[in-house]
């Protein structure tokens, strides 16, 4: 079995990642990165659904960027940006805010398609996924520490807890 086979995120959020922010243009060979080589066994996934132009996901960013590297590193988690950006410009900028991996700007069917699986309605979103690439926080903004540490927590309505403590709502 390939790596991208056994890679179950590789279907639902493309072929490839990119990091950000991006390495140095001495750097861009390595640009983008295989999905399967970029999540290779992460505990769980946070989908970030973001966008420049909105002020409270600017703020989201610069706060999730100061906390969630020690968490990721620590318990195996990944975050993955989800641009909602109109333009490559804005998109550099959202991606560029922190140490993460993003669905390609180009890929705009894909992260439209995302928004719309998820149901996000208002920015900026988390959805927490498992090991297998199932939902386990459908709502996650504001618990993403928790959800990183796998300890327990209820979404924002009151849904039961499931999996390592993320619930789905």
């Known amino acids: 079995m390939s790596a991208a086979a056994a890679c179950p995120f590789t279907a639902l959020l493309g072929p490839t990642l990119l990091p950000c922010p991006p390495p140095s243009p001495s750097q861009s060979g390595s640009l983008p990165l295989p999905t399967s080589t970029a999540l290779p066994s992460p505990s769980r996934v946070l989908l970030v659904f973001s966008a420049r132009w909105s002020p409270p996901c600017r703020s989201y960013a ?13 318990e195996g988690a990944h975050v993955v940006l989800v641009s909602l950006d109109a333009d490559a410009r804005s998109f550099a900028q ?20 995302l928004a ?14 498992g090991p297998s690439a199932g939902v386990e926080v459908a709502d996650g903004r504001g618990h993403e520490g928790r959800c990183l540490r796998a300890e327990g927590v209820k979404g924002r309505l009151g849904s039961t807890v499931k999996n390592a403590g993320c619930g789905v709502l």
């Open 62 to 74: 610069a706060h999730l960027s100061r906390h969630h590297p020690l968490a990721a590193r620590r």
């Open 116 to 129: 719309a699986r998820f149901a996000v309605r208002e920015l900026p979103a988390v959805v927490v996924l």
């Open 94 to 113: 959202t991606g560029g805010a922190g140490p993460w991996l993003a669905v390609p700007f180009e890929d705009k069917g894909r992260r439209r398609e």
